[in-house]
């Protein structure tokens, strides 16, 4: 149980254009999903929290007009990157969590790498 | 803010026991998790600490100590395939998200 998936799991694009990544809890309904971006030999950086049906939550220092989030429903969260650039190559991985805010719910997909060219 | 240092490299031998520390410095503390993450892979919870004192699940082991701010990961009887990169993290945010460490790359040598 609680698996989590993300599509697709590398995409290269070119630069200025726009990149679609989407997650999706497969076993349970997540109520929340976590974006996080990882710099090569970096930790896990999280970018925003999204709960269904409302907006999302941007860590400092992101950019919501570029990194656009979209929790429609309690299966699936979709992250946009608008008019990626280089510098936003990177290994981008979601998670999601069923229940309330604890310990340990989270659930991590295996993640999507974007290149831009 | 948040702070979970790490050391960036540990390297051991294959059955060998390693221990991986990490430090936080949190404005409200909920408890300690570690994952582990293989190169390009997702991150996979290992253990939990909420409470001081060590928890074993099979040849991986956490402890924590909530007074000294420190929590470390050992592992026992190493395998090739322990080779990964570890992570502490704390819940932060009200216990909202996740905050994690610095990551420590563990080698594992024949």
């Known amino acids: 149980g609680a698996v989590v998936s993300q599509h697709p799991s590398w995409v290269i694009c070119k630069s200025g254009t726009s990149v679609k990544i989407e997650c999706r809890s497969l076993d349970f309904q997540a109520t929340t999903m976590f974006w996080y971006r990882q710099f090569p030999k970096q930790s896990l950086m999280l970018m925003a929290t999204?709960?269904?049906?409302?907006?999302?939550?941007?860590e400092q220092g992101v950019e919501k007009d570029k990194f656009l989030i979209n929790h429609a429903s309690l299966t699936l969260s979709t992250l946009t990157v608008t008019s990626a650039h280089p510098e936003d190559s990177s290994f981008y991985i979601c998670?999601?969590?069923?229940?309330?805010?604890?310990?340990?719910?989270?659930?991590f997909g295996p993640g999507t790498r974007l290149t831009v060219t | 803010g948040q702070s979970l240092e790490q050391p960036s490299e540990v390297t051991a031998v294959e059955g060998a026991i390693v221990q991986i520390n990490c430090t936080y410095q949190?404005?409200?503390?909920?408890?300690l998790s570690w994952y582990q993450q293989h190169d390009g892979g997702a991150p996979t919870f290992l253990s939990y600490n909420a409470l001081d004192g060590l928890e074993e699940t099979g040849r991986f082991s956490s402890f924590l100590s909530r007074s000294d701010s420190y929590g470390y990961l050992l592992l026992q009887e190493l395998q090739m395939k322990d080779s990964a990169s570890y992570f502490c993290?704390?819940?932060?945010?009200?216990?909202?998200?996740?905050?994690f460490g610095t990551g420590t790359q563990l080698k594992v040598e024949l």
């Open positions: 999204s709960n269904e049906g409302s907006k999302a939550t941007y």
């Open positions: 993290a704390v819940p932060t945010g009200g216990g909202n998200k996740l905050t």
């Open positions: 949190t404005s409200g503390f909920y408890g």
């Open positions: 998670s999601a969590r069923e229940g309330l805010a604890g310990k340990n719910e989270q659930y």
